[in-house]
């Protein structure tokens, strides 16, 4: 596929020379040559599909392309490009820039006109532009077409409007904590603090002295190695020994 759209351009760049010259003739061959730059220049600067290109500036300058052949515009934008303009191919003009002034896009113009023998048009307030590249038009249509035939897609169209990028709905709210609480089994019970850090020995465990009865909420199980079992207090350096409470 991309060999035929590279033939095909090199032809219609390359006609007037095959009327005069021999395929072995170095104009001929520097006419292959320029129509692969003109190619390589297609694919860089506009791409091989369509671009949504924002115009933040007030003032757009363009050169009006519909009464010219696609040969004289590519012609047109490589030559723009060695002189330092940036330009860019859409369907019915090609950009060559924009401006905060008025006056600067009309001395651009200026130039443009007298430099390239071409007609120029300066837009205002125009807030993007959409890039037709020519290698979006002959590279794609024979592949779009068999997706239409195949049933793969309905169809086609140019979106002025950048697509919002859809985000998976997470259910981001943690899962709610389940709060457990410790009752005393009697009116009071002894509780206990952890005098260091070594919770796995029973020695570590110190009495603080008797507590009433109260909901208190529940952190964690420790059993040491000597086989007792503690309850901590959350958020507290208490424990109960767990003949004495109830877990709620």
Same mark, same amino acid.
């Given at each position: 596929?991309? #060999?035929?759209?590279?033939?095909?351009?090199?032809?219609?760049?390359?006609?007037?020379?095959? =009327?005069?010259?021999?395929?072995? %003739?170095?104009? *001929?061959?520097? !006419? *292959?040559?320029? !129509?692969? #730059?003109?190619?390589?220049?297609?694919?860089?600067?506009? +791409? *091989?599909?369509?671009?949504?290109?924002?115009?933040?500036?007030?003032? /757009? /300058?363009?050169?009006?392309?519909?009464? @010219?052949?696609?040969?004289?515009?590519?012609?047109?934008?490589?030559?723009?490009?060695?002189?330092?303009?940036?330009?860019?191919?859409?369907?019915?003009?090609?950009? *060559?820039?924009?401006?905060?002034?008025?006056?600067?896009?009309? %001395?651009?113009?200026?130039?443009?006109? @007298?430099?390239?023998?071409?007609?120029?048009?300066?837009?205002?307030?125009?807030?993007? &532009?959409?890039?037709?590249?020519?290698?979006?038009?002959?590279?794609?249509?024979?592949?779009?077409?068999?997706?239409?035939?195949? !049933?793969?897609?309905?169809?086609?169209?140019? &979106?002025?409007?950048?697509?919002?990028?859809?985000?998976?709905?997470?259910?981001? $709210?943690?899962?709610?904590?389940?709060? #457990?609480?410790?009752?005393?089994?009697?009116?009071?019970?002894?509780?206990?603090?952890?005098?260091?850090?070594?919770? =796995?020995?029973?020695?570590?465990? =110190?009495?603080? +002295?008797?507590?009433?009865?109260? %909901?208190?909420?529940?952190?964690?199980?420790?059993?040491?190695?000597? !086989?007792?079992?503690?309850?901590?207090?959350?958020?507290? $350096?208490?424990?109960?020994?767990?003949? %004495?409470?109830?877990?709620?």
């Amino acid at each position: 596929m991309f #060999k035929q759209v590279a033939v095909s351009l090199l032809l219609v760049n390359l006609s007037f020379a095959t =009327s005069f010259y021999e395929p072995n %003739d170095k104009s *001929f061959k520097d !006419g *292959f040559y320029a !129509g692969l #730059k003109a190619l390589e220049f297609q694919a860089k600067n506009d +791409g *091989f599909t369509h671009q949504v290109i924002e115009v933040k500036a007030p003032y /757009l /300058l363009v050169v009006d392309i519909k009464e @010219k052949s696609l040969n004289d515009v590519l012609f047109l934008q490589i030559i723009a490009n060695r002189e330092g303009f940036e330009s860019h191919l859409c369907a019915d003009f090609v950009s *060559f820039g924009e401006f905060e002034r008025k006056a600067d896009a009309e %001395d651009i113009a200026q130039m443009l006109e @007298k430099r390239f023998k071409v007609k120029t048009k300066i837009l205002n307030n125009i807030k993007q &532009i959409i890039t037709y590249p020519y290698l979006y038009k002959d590279f794609y249509a024979d592949i779009l077409l068999k997706a239409k035939e195949l !049933g793969i897609i309905v169809e086609t169209k140019i &979106i002025k409007q950048p697509i919002k990028r859809q985000v998976s709905s997470k259910n981001t $709210n943690k899962k709610q904590e389940v709060i #457990k609480y410790m009752k005393l089994k009697n009116s009071k019970a002894m509780g206990y603090y952890l005098n260091n850090a070594d919770a =796995s020995n029973s020695k570590s465990f =110190s009495e603080s +002295g008797l507590k009433p009865n109260s %909901d208190f909420i529940y952190d964690k199980k420790v059993i040491t190695k000597q !086989g007792e079992i503690f309850y901590k207090v959350k958020n507290e $350096n208490l424990y109960f020994s767990d003949k %004495d409470i109830v877990l709620k």
